[in-house]
């Protein structure tokens, strides 16, 4: 059983920093891309960034320049640096693991990022 925890999440003022953490615990492939989605009220869940075991990246157009992903391959770990926190940046951020080579998809339990003065 693949689980995913996570932490780092809560409240910070418009122009702060937070930095998510996601650690994947079990019996999976290392060939896998690990990255953060969040869902903001009465929205859908949208990609934030991804991470590839190679270290190859994907952002989301409104977050590159202000959030840096990056893993710790021997610690199965995925961490999300967040910098310049707009109020639109508040949601339920959640980690992913993708295992595209067999169809599997892994999601955390969710962290609240709050944005707001």
């Known amino acids: 059983q693949v689980q995913l925890v996570e932490s780092g999440g809560g409240l910070v003022q418009p122009g702060g920093s937070l930095r998510l953490s996601c650690t994947a615990s079990?019996?999976?492939?290392?060939?896998?891309?690990m990255g953060w989605y969040r869902q903001a009220p009465g929205k859908q869940r949208e990609l934030v960034a991804t991470?590839?075991?190679?270290?190859?990246?994907n952002y989301a157009d409104s977050v590159k320049g202000r959030f840096t992903i990056s893993r710790d391959n021997a610690k199965n770990t995925v961490y999300l640096q967040m910098n310049s926190l707009k109020p639109e940046a508040t949601a339920v951020y959640y980690c992913n693991l993708e295992i595209r080579a067999v169809g599997a998809d892994y999601w955390g339990q969710g962290t609240q990022v709050t944005v707001s003065s």
């Open positions: 991470v590839a075991r190679n270290g190859n990246t």
């Open positions: 079990g019996r999976f492939s290392s060939i896998n891309v």
